[in-house]
Nanobody
Framework: QVQLVESGGGLVQVGGSLRLSCAVS????????MGWYRQAPGKQRELVAG???????NYADSVKGRFTISGDNGKNTVYLQMGSLESEDTAVYYC??????????????WGQGTQVTVSS
């Protein structure tokens, strides 16, 4: 089994910053990539940022220059530093990880989500 636990969401004013964290644990042999998605009320889940081993991070156009994704391989943790937040960034943010388990299975696991609310 693989578990993802997110933290760092909350309420922030427009223009403020938040840092989300996502820790992966369980029967992990390797992590090939991690990412952050978000889903606002009435909208589809969308990719915010992703990062892969040895690859450059990628971002949604709407967050480029404002959000930064980074990873700590030693802690199996990925972060999303969010700055210059806008009301449109209000959503539930989900972390995911593309994992190879110790029993040889490749899977994509998801966290439970963390609410980010940006108030004006």
């Amino acid at each position: 089994q693989v578990q993802l636990v997110e933290s760092g969401g909350g309420l922030v004013q427009v223009g403020g910053s938040l840092r989300l964290s996502c820790a992966v644990s369980g029967s992990i042999f390797s992590i090939n990539g991690m990412g952050w998605y978000r889903q606002a009320p009435g909208k589809q889940r969308e990719l915010v940022a992703g990062i892969t081993n040895g690859g450059a991070p990628n971002y949604a156009d709407s967050v480029k220059g404002r959000f930064t994704i980074s990873g700590d391989n030693g802690k199996n943790t990925v972060y999303l530093q969010m700055g210059s937040l806008e009301s449109e960034d209000t959503a539930v943010y989900y972390c995911n990880a593309d994992v190879v388990t110790t029993y040889g299975r490749s899977l994509r696991s998801w966290g439970q989500g963390t609410q980010v609310t940006v108030s004006s």
